[in-house]
């Protein structure tokens, strides 16, 4: 299968297995997707990961975040905002503030995948390549 766009079929997955309220997703592995997936745990949004290699490309096993009473999930919207068709790039003085500091911005810089807020830490700008909250 050929995919066009492989991070947007990873935040697809995400979104589509938090729906039907899978405890597990499982995603095709790549560098890009492995440093975001650090990220999204990092800030809270998923509870575990795990980097499976098999000698091709490699999975990764995201542990999806629910509340445990009410039972929604943690990331309320994943967004994809630089698409193949249109890249969206920002220098480090127009950096997105998604929901006013309480989202995170994913972004691809020189200094590697970051968040918003430590790109504005390193005044370094980059391709902002999607939105979570």
């Known amino acids: 299968m050929s995919l066009q766009d492989p991070i947007a079929d990873f935040l697809t997955r995400i979104r ?13 592995a790549s560098n890009l997707k492995k440093e975001m997936t650090k ?5 809270g949004y998923i509870l575990s990961y795990k980097f499976e290699d098999d000698n091709k490309q490699g999975t990764i096993k995201i542990a999806l975040k629910y509340h445990p009473k009410t039972k929604r999930p943690a ?34 810089t020189s200094k590697g995948v970051i968040t918003d807020k430590e790109a ?13 909250y």
């Open 39 to 43: 990220i999204l745990h990092d800030k």
């Open 75 to 108: 990331i309320t919207k994943i967004e994809r905002i630089s698409k193949p068709g249109l890249r969206k790039y920002c220098n480090s003085s127009t950096l997105p503030r998604v929901l006013n500091g309480l989202g995170v911005a994913i972004l691809s």
């Open 16 to 28: 589509n297995a938090q729906q039907a309220e899978h405890r597990v997703v499982e995603i095709p």
């Open 120 to 132: 504005r830490k390193e005044n370094v700008g980059g391709e902002v390549l999607c939105y979570v």
